[in-house]
């Protein structure tokens, strides 16, 4: 588990550290502070230097430009933005150091001047003199020799990379999950969902469910054997007929995937960008109170972001109801322009509630 975290030259930070780390955390402050980047590199810290944190960060955001290669259309990514100030030359670096402990988990990612003898992206970027070929390597404690190294084209940008059947939202390697605030898809769900039918953690996804519509029994993912489209159907009390997840709110289909993610990452990391999207303020601390139980379970440590003034004070009504798991939660304002995040306890939440004082910067 990370005690702390270490970004120089990524994103919006040139030098930021995220100090006192605890099972469950929770990254605020105001839009553009940079909460999500730190979610980026926690996730690169945690997958060790693979190509796929790097990449999966810019698909998710959507940071992609298009270039028109033999009459077809490639769609690269933008490489650039993950570098501070969206600069990117030859020598130019960001490094990501997590700690646990004195053990040290260094991501570092250069642009280094390519071996290769011809670089053919830059012939495609269609830039007057761009200077030598680059290329982009990622060198970590999971990737120590840099593979594969990624060539650079004069904007800045890589060709997509991505082994077949990796979703760019949702990683799952190494025990690394990211959450993102556009969901998961149901064909994806269902395929995290099937381990753990009949395992006692199905259990613990249906009472996580059951914190917005007490009423349901079961949960189902159904499919054709000729189509790659899936569903999911509750069984609710009372009710003779299956319904569709989908009639009980898109608040209900994000908790699901949160709980099956926390499942899914036991032993590991999971990342929540926007925990409280879709959730009514009224479930919020039942929320942080099952997170907290299932992170303790299932040994996972928790980052996540939210904009909400109601996601905060559920900390502080849970720290009044249950301080023993509140002990385990900690809440770190984030500002690109400091130099450090400001960090809370549970404590010291409740005594912020109570004071209406604001701790979202």
């Not at 830059?122 to 290329?135: H, I, N």
């Not at 349901?216 to 569709?244: C, D, M, N, W, Y």
């Not at 040994?299 to 559920?314: E, N």
Request: glycine share 8%; hydrophobic share 40%.
């Amino acid at each position: 588990m990370f005690d702390s975290l270490k970004v120089q030259g990524f994103r919006a930070f040139n030098s930021f550290e995220l100090p006192g780390l605890t099972r469950v955390n929770l990254l605020v402050g105001k839009n553009n502070a940079g909460k999500t980047s730190l979610l980026d590199a926690v996730e690169m810290a945690a997958l060790g230097g693979r190509i796929s944190s790097l990449l999966g960060s810019l698909a998710r955001r959507g940071e992609v430009s298009f270039e028109s290669v033999d009459e077809q259309v490639r769609r690269d990514l933008g490489v650039c933005h993950l570098f501070w100030g969206h600069r990117i030359q030859e020598n130019a670096y960001f490094e990501v150091t997590a700690c646990t402990g004195s053990i040290e988990r260094k991501v570092r990612c250069e642009v280094q001047r390519s071996q290769r003898e011809q670089n053919q992206l830059y012939l495609l970027a269609m830039q007057p003199d761009p200077g030598p070929p680059l290329d982009i390597v990622l060198i970590g404690p999971d990737n120590p020799n840099g593979i594969p190294d990624l060539p650079l084209s004069a904007r800045g940008s890589v060709p997509e990379y991505r082994r077949s059947g990796t979703s760019p939202h949702l990683l799952g390697q190494a025990n690394v999950w990211f959450l993102d605030t556009a969901g998961v898809d149901l064909n994806v769900l269902r395929a995290l969902w099937d381990p753990l039918v009949l395992t006692p953690e199905e259990e613990k996804v249906i009472f996580a469910i059951r914190m917005l519509e007490p009423t349901i029994e079961r949960l189902a993912f159904t499919g054709h054997p000729t189509s790659s489209e899936s569903a999911a159907f509750v069984k609710l009390t009372g009710e003779v007929q299956r319904i569709p997840l989908g009639s009980l709110g898109d608040g209900i289909k994000r908790l699901l995937a949160q709980a099956i993610c926390l499942a899914r990452a036991a032993g590991g990391v999971l990342l929540i960008d926007e925990i409280d999207t879709g959730l009514h303020y009224t479930t919020l601390e039942a929320m942080w109170r099952f997170v907290i139980e299932s992170a303790r379970r299932l040994d996972v440590q928790v980052f996540a972001t939210s904009h909400s003034g109601d996601c905060i004070r559920a900390l502080a009504w849970l720290q009044t109801d249950a301080p023993e798991l509140a002990a385990d939660i900690s809440v770190h304002r984030i500002d690109r322009t400091a130099t450090a995040a400001v960090r809370y306890s549970a404590a010291d939440i409740e005594i912020a509630a109570r004071h209406h004082i604001e701790v979202r910067g």
